[in-house]
């Protein structure tokens, strides 16, 4: 007996019920603050670098679903490679016997890999950390990781334990024996090194919250020191991996960076198949898999899957063939300095920094009375409500979609797809100068939301 399901019908006889579906069945505060803010948008469909509404109005993504979208959405040769897999009919996830797709991408992935030898696959970014500081721990016999303040590694209990926002920890203790240290700060990271306990250092090369790079020779130092001391140093490219920053990782941007395990995740999965890669040093593995009976000691369930294969090496395949680096890097120039050229124009726009196509926009107090009346109201109410005022017009007049950087910041993250190009550059600085223009006049429609942001923080506390 055959089973019909017409997954477009499905969608056309209850796609409207959208919102209230995931008010009754899901996280029902998400749907509750996409209302809040006026994004409870209906998007159609969706191709490369923008989204359209069933009026056929177009948006420009600069958030790339938080970096999953490196190649925007619906690729030609990502899709395709999805559908050929698909009419393969493989045998796939058998359990036992080797696939030859696993071997593709992991052999394609680490020639864009200097001093890195092997690979598991899994499925997520937080379980590329995971993975990274369980081989780190088994491998130095040591229980220890170190993490820097601010980063965000994942929020399954171990990457929750190298988190450092505390927004994110609170009511999930106990966590692993893991401890911060400042981005940065080469003392803070030898003092803990000299107790001997310490398996690795992790560490985003551009860290997701509030978009701040390491310091100039940081990494090749702190290497040195994890070295000295045996332990090692682990490069959560989940975000910044594959392009993003215009290297292939962020951590090329320094000579002499060799990391002994490396996370990316993300863009490998062409916007379609969940798929992660954490990889490391021949040794590392050959430690943790170090007999017959600990074959199994670490695996996924869906790792290694043959669409996930697929869709990572069609994504390198369109990076090498499209030149996606430096594209990110050219697009990433000129967007990262047509913003800078702003900081003297709008008192409130205090910084623009970054790398690549992974921008960081921060506002700061500003000198006129006027403003800075306003500004400290704001900042009584609820740090980063200026920036929520900013990203909510980008969206509702421009069809701009971006993201305040982390909570109680004022800064805006830009991660737009790869696949960009000057136009779409143009249109979003074109866009934020209008709404740097409202903040900075007399009254403006972003000043009446402000109060709304206003009441409606004072009311949540």
Known sequence: MSTEFDLGALLAARGAERYDLHTRHLNPQLPRMLHTIGFDKVYERAEGAHFFDAEGNDYLDMLAGFGVMGLGRHHPVVRKALHDVLDLNLADLTRFDCQPLPGLLAERLLAHSPHLDRVFF????????????????????????????????????????????????????PLLPDTAVPLGDLDALARELKNGDVAALIVEPIQGKGVHESPPGYLRAAQELLHRHKALLIADEVQTGLGRTGDFYAYQHEDGVEPDLVCVAKSLSGGYVPVSATLGKDWIFKKVYSSMDRVLVHSASFGANAQAMAAGLAVLSVMEDEQIVARARTMGELLKSRLAALIGKYELLADV??????????????????????????????????????????LQRHRILTQVSGDHLEVIKLIPPLVIDEADVERFVDAFTAVMDDAHSGGGLMWDFGRTLIKQAVAGR
């Open 122 to 173: 899994g499925n997520s970014g937080t379980e590329a950390v995971e993975t990274a500081l369980k081989f780190a721990r088994f491998a130095t016999g040591r229980p220890r990781v170190l993490y820097c303040d601010h980063a965000f590694h994942g929020l399954t209990t171990g990457s929750l334990s190298v988190n450092g926002e505390n927004g994110f920890r609170d009511g999930f203790a």
């Open 353 to 394: 920094r970054g790398r690549g196509l992974m921008i960081g926009i921060e506002f700061g107090r500003p000198d006129s009375l006027k403003l800075r009346g306003r500004w400290t109201m704001l900042q009584a109410a609820r740090k980063g409500l200026f920036a929520q005022m900013v990203v909510v017009p980008l």
